[in-house]
C-alpha cells in the first residue's frame, strides 16, 4: 500500500483508534441507523486502500463531529469520513441526496465557466459595494428560497439582514454577482474537483476584488472559507456575521432594542465544533434577548439532523424533533446560526407525518434577522 | 546529623517521615492542608485485601504527630530552597490557623458554635458534607487542632460576626487567636523529599458524562466518600431523588485518563479500585448489578487478577469492554442511561443506572509547576516530578538532594509509594551520613 492509498487513516490520524466505541455511543445516528464510526475507522485499518469506500454507511455521517470531540485518541473521524467519500466519489459512488441532487447539480453548475446568474436582486434598497476591502459572501441563500419554496424559509431575509446590520454601523461591503456557491457541500459529498473549481473561482473573484475580510452569514461558508480555503492558499480574514455583530454591540456602533422574550441558540456544527465560535454569538443574543440554554448547549450541541444534504430520512426527523422539543422545554424561541439548521428546523416543523410537531410552539430564527429586528425596534 | 525536610503528608511523606524518625532523622513533615493523611485518608476500603484505608492509615498519622523525631508544620508550604545536597536552607511559610495548637483539643464546641456552620463545603468529602468557617477538616484529622477558614471567616473577613464571637465565647481554652499570624521558618536540612501527590481530574468539561448536571453521575473519590461508614451518609448508597439505595450501577474508566487531548497517561490504579469499589456495592447490595466499563483491564499487582476473578465470578462483577459515549438521564426520575457501543456486535446499546461512578484522571498537583519552581527541580512531559533516571536512580530528582516519592513522581498505588518514600528515606540519609562523616573528617 501507498502512502495515498491510506491518505484518510494517516492524515486523520486514525491509526490512534484504541476500539473504545465511544465515538458509537454518543454519535446520533448510530441511534438510529445501522452505523458506527468505530467499526469504519477499524474497516479502513484492517482493509488498506479503497474498501471502506465502498461501504454505503459512509454517507450516514452527519460529519457533525460530536464523536471527534469526545474521542480519547484524538481521531480527527469526519475529516476521514470527507476523505474516505472523496476515495468513494472517484469511484463513482455517491450519497442520496436529500433534494432529489437538485442542491448538488446547483452547486456544479456554478462551477461552470460561463455563468449568469441573477443573485443580487434581494439588494434593492440596502446599501452594498461593486468593490472595496470588507465583502459580504452570500452563498447559496439566493437559491434556497426557490429550491425549498414550500417551506417557506425566507432565507433571503437573513441576506438582507446581514446588510442592514453592517449598514447601521456604517459598513458598506461588496455583494459580488459573480459570487459562487463556497463549494460546502460538494466537498462534504466526496466531489473535491467540482469544490476545488468552486473555490478558485471565489478566490479568484476575491482578489479581482480586492477584498481582505469575508463576512457570512452561513456557518458552512464560514468553515470553508476560514479553514478549507486556507488550505488552497486563501489569505483573507473571515469573519461570522454573529462575530461582527458581537464587536459592533461592544463599541456601541449598533443600537439595539434589549426584548425579554427568551430565545436560546442552536449551535451550528460548522461555526460551534468545526470552528470554536461559541461565545460571540451568545453575546449578541444577550444583548437583544433573554438567552437561555438548552441541556446540550456549545460543543454539546445537538446537529440539526443533516449533514450536505445527504440522507435526510425517519432517522433525521427524529433528531430534529428530539431538538426541537429541547428547545421548547426552555424557550419560544430558536436562533439558528446556519441558513441550514434553519431550513432544516422548518422542515421538521412543517411535517405532517411528525404529529408531535404540532404540540411544539416554536418559532425559528435566524441571528442576523433576529438582531436586525431589534435594529428596527432600536430606531422607534 | 542535619535534619530532612519532606513535602507532602500523604503515605508516602508519612512513610518517609517515619523511616527517617526511627533512624534518628530530625524530621520538618510539611503538609499545605490543616492535616495529614492525604488521599490515603479519603478512601474507604483498599485493595486487592479489602481492608479498611484510614484504619492502616490513622495509626501512621498518630505516630507521625507523636514522634520526638518529627515535626509537622501542617497549613505550611516550601517557599524557597536554597543551598545544595547537604546543606540546604529551606523557607516555610506557616499560614495562621488563628487556633492555638497547644490549647486546642479537638473538643468541636466552636464548630457546633460558628454561624458558618453547615455552610461550606468540605473539601475532604468533596463538598458532600458541609462545615463551618472554623472547623476539623476529618475525624481523624492529625493534629487534632481546628482550623479557621480565612475566606470565609465572617470576623476575619469583615471584622464583625454578629454581635459576638461564638466559636471564642464557645471554646474553655482559650485557643482562638484572631490575631495569629502567618510565620516564616527558615530549616536547615541536609536533604528534601517530595511526596505531594495527586489531584483529581474536574470532569465537568466531559459534557458527555453530565458530571455537575445530573444528580446521580459522582466521581469514584465522591463514592469513596458515600460508601465509607464514618462518611457523609455513614456508608449508604443513596439514588437521588428517592433516597433508595441503587439496584444498578455502572463504572466508567479512564474518564480523562488516556485521553491524548487531557491525561494521557494510564492512573494505573482505578482498574483495581473500580473492582473493589464494586465489590463494596456488592458486599452492601447483594442484589445490585454492577457495570463497569473499561478499555482494557490493568491488574498488574501481586493478587490483583485473582481479585478481579473473584469480582467476575463470586460477586458478579459485570465487565464491558468499551469507553460509554453518554450518559443521559430521565429528567423525571433522574435515572439514567448509559450509551456505549457493544463489543460484541458493534452496535449502540443502552444501560440504565441508577448511580454512574466516573473514574476520573489522576494528574499532578496543581502547585506542581510552581513546586518545581522553589525546588529547582525538572518535570516531565506529563507535569509529573522528573528522575535523573527511571532505570536505575527511580527516587533521585533532577537536583542533588532532593527526592521523589509517590503518585507525584509518576502515577502509583499505595504499596509502591510506601515502598518508593522508603527508598527516598533511604537515599536521604545516605546524603546525611555522607555530610556527617565528611565533617567527621574535617
Known amino acids: 500500500m501507498t502512502a495515498e492509498k ?43 486502500g479503497p474498501e471502506v469506500a465502498r461501504d454505503g454507511q459512509i454517507w450516514n455521517c452527519l460529519t457533525c463531529k460530536l464523536c471527534s470531540e469526545v474521542c480519547p485518541s484524538g481521531v480527527d473521524y469526519i475529516d476521514f469520513i470527507r476523505l474516505v467519500r472523496s476515495r468513494a466519489f472517484s469511484a463513482g459512488l455517491s450519497g442520496s441526496c436529500s433534494q432529489g441532487g437538485q442542491l448538488n447539480t446547483l452547486a ?42 414550500e417551506l417557506k424559509p425566507d432565507t433571503l431575509d437573513i441576506a438582507r439582514s446581514t446588510v442592514r446590520i453592517l449598514n447601521a454601523a456604517g459598513i458598506r461591503p461588496v455583494v459580488s454577482p459573480a459570487e459562487r456557491c463556497c463549494g460546502h457541500d460538494l466537498l462534504w459529498s466526496g466531489n473535491a474537483d467540482a469544490y476545488r473549481a468552486l473555490a478558485r473561482r471565489n478566490m479568484n473573484e476575491m482578489k479581482r476584488l480586492g477584498v481582505k475580510k469575508v463576512i457570512t452569514s452561513c456557518a458552512e461558508c464560514y468553515r470553508t472559507l476560514s479553514q478549507d480555503y486556507r488550505e488552497l492558499g486563501a489569505d483573507f480574514d473571515v469573519r461570522h456575521i454573529s462575530q461582527v455583530a458581537a464587536e459592533l454591540l461592544e463599541q456601541g456602533k449598533l443600537r439595539v432594542a434589549a426584548s425579554d422574550r427568551k430565545v436560546t441558540l442552536q449551535d451550528a456544527c460548522r461555526l460551534g465544533r468545526h470552528s470554536g465560535v461559541y461565545e460571540q454569538p451568545r453575546d449578541v443574543i ?15 450541541a445537538s446537529c440539526c439532523g443533516v449533514g450536505a444534504f445527504l440522507t435526510c430520512g425517519a ?25 441550514k439548521c434553519q431550513i432544516h428546523f422548518k422542515c421538521a416543523l412543517k411535517d405532517k407525518a411528525l404529529p408531535d410537531t404540532k404540540s411544539l410552539d416554536l418559532e425559528v430564527i435566524d441571528i442576523a434577522s433576529l438582531l436586525a429586528r431589534s435594529l428596527e425596534a432600536g430606531k422607534r | 546529623m542535619k535534619d530532612v525536610l519532606v513535602i507532602g503528608g500523604g503515605v508516602a511523606g508519612i512513610q518517609a517521615a517515619l523511616d527517617l524518625a526511627e533512624k534518628g532523622v530530625k524530621v520538618h513533615l510539611v503538609e499545605r492542608t490543616p492535616s495529614i493523611g492525604g488521599r490515603m485518608a479519603q478512601l474507604d476500603k483498599t485493595f486487592p485485601t479489602m481492608d479498611c484505608s484510614i484504619c492502616i492509615l490513622a495509626p501512621k498519622m498518630a505516630d507521625c504527630a507523636d514522634h520526638p523525631n518529627i515535626r509537622l508544620h501542617t497549613c505550611s508550604e516550601v517557599t524557597a530552597l536554597e543551598g545544595g545536597a547537604g ?16 490549647k486546642c483539643t479537638g473538643c468541636g464546641k466552636c464548630t457546633e458554635a460558628c454561624r458558618m456552620k453547615g455552610r461550606i463545603p468540605n473539601e475532604f468529602d468533596f463538598g458532600l458534607r458541609k462545615r463551618g468557617a472554623i472547623y476539623l477538616p476529618f475525624l481523624q484529622a492529625v493534629p487534632r487542632v481546628m482550623n479557621i477558614d480565612e475566606k470565609k471567616c465572617l470576623f476575619l473577613k469583615a471584622g464583625k460576626c454578629g454581635d459576638k464571637q461564638l466559636c471564642k465565647e464557645a471554646c474553655e481554652r482559650g485557643a482562638i487567636d484572631f490575631d495569629q499570624k502567618d510565620e516564616t521558618l527558615e530549616l536547615d536540612v541536609g536533604a528534601v523529599i517530595v511526596a505531594t501527590g495527586f489531584d483529581l481530574l474536574d470532569p465537568s468539561a466531559m459534557f458527555e458524562y453530565g458530571y455537575g448536571r445530573l444528580a446521580n453521575v459522582r466521581t469514584a473519590m465522591e463514592y469513596e466518600r458515600l460508601i465509607c461508614a464514618s462518611g457523609p451518609t455513614g456508608g449508604h448508597l443513596e439514588v437521588e431523588p428517592t433516597k433508595e439505595h441503587p439496584r444498578s450501577m455502572a463504572f466508567i474508566q479512564c474518564v480523562g485518563a488516556r485521553d491524548l487531548r487531557r491525561s494521557p497517561f494510564c492512573c494505573s490504579v482505578c482498574c483495581m479500585y473500580a473492582t473493589k469499589e464494586a465489590v463494596l456495592v456488592k458486599e452492601h447490595y447483594p442484589d445490585t448489578e454492577c457495570t463497569i466499563f473499561n478499555v482494557d483491564m490493568r491488574a498488574l499487582g501481586k493478587g490483583f487478577e485473582e481479585f478481579v476473578e473473584r469480582a467476575r465470578t463470586e460477586y458478579g462483577v459485570r465487565y464491558v469492554r468499551a469507553r460509554p459515549g453518554q450518559v443521559t438521564e430521565d429528567p423525571r426520575t433522574k435515572r439514567l442511561t448509559v450509551w456505549y457501543e457493544d463489543p460484541a456486535t458493534g452496535r449502540v446499546t443502552t444501560m440504565e443506572a441508577d448511580i454512574v461512578v ?20 525538572e518535570m516531565d512531559g506529563h507535569s509529573f516530578f522528573k528522575v535523573t533516571d527511571p532505570l536505575m536512580s527511580p527516587v533521585e530528582s533532577t537536583r542533588p538532594g532532593v527526592f521523589l516519592a509517590g503518585y507525584c513522581e509518576t502515577p502509583k498505588d499505595i504499596p509502591e509509594s510506601v515502598a518508593q518514600a522508603s527508598g527516598a528515606a533511604a537515599k536521604a540519609y545516605e546524603v546525611l551520613a555522607r555530610e556527617k562523616g565528611g565533617a567527621a573528617n574535617a
Not at chain 1, 322 to 337: I, N, P, Q, S
Open chain 2, 358 to 377: 466516573l473514574a476520573t484522571a489522576l494528574v499532578p498537583n496543581a502547585g506542581t509547576a510552581a513546586l518545581a519552581k522553589v525546588l529547582g527541580i
Open chain 1, 108 to 149: 456544479r453548475l456554478m462551477a461552470a465557466d460561463s455563468l449568469s446568474q441573477n443573485r443580487n436582486f434581494w439588494t434593492e434598497g440596502l446599501d452594498v459595494a461593486r468593490d472595496g476591502e470588507v465583502m459580504y459572501f452570500v452563498g447559496c441563500l439566493p437559491y434556497f428560497d426557490t429550491v425549498f419554496d
Open chain 1, 315 to 339: 432517522h433525521s426527523k427524529k433528531i430534529q424533533l428530539e431538538r426541537l422539543t429541547e428547545a421548547c422545554g426552555v424557550a419560544g424561541t430558536l436562533v439558528t446560526e446556519c441558513p
Open chain 1, 286 to 300: 444577550r444583548k437583544i434577548a433573554q438567552l437561555v440554554e438548552m441541556p446540550r448547549n456549545r460543543s454539546a
Open chain 2, 87 to 102: 546543606k540546604f536552607r529551606a523557607t516555610v511559610l506557616k499560614h495562621a490557623r488563628h487556633v492555638d495548637a497547644s
Open chain 1, 6 to 48: 491510506d491518505a484518510p487513516v494517516e492524515s486523520t490520524k486514525a491509526y490512534y483508534c484504541v476500539e473504545c466505541g465511544k465515538c458509537t455511543g454518543i454519535c446520533p445516528v448510530s441511534r438510529g441507523l445501522e452505523y458506527s464510526p468505530r467499526r469504519m475507522v477499524k474497516r479502513a485499518l484492517e482493509e488498506p
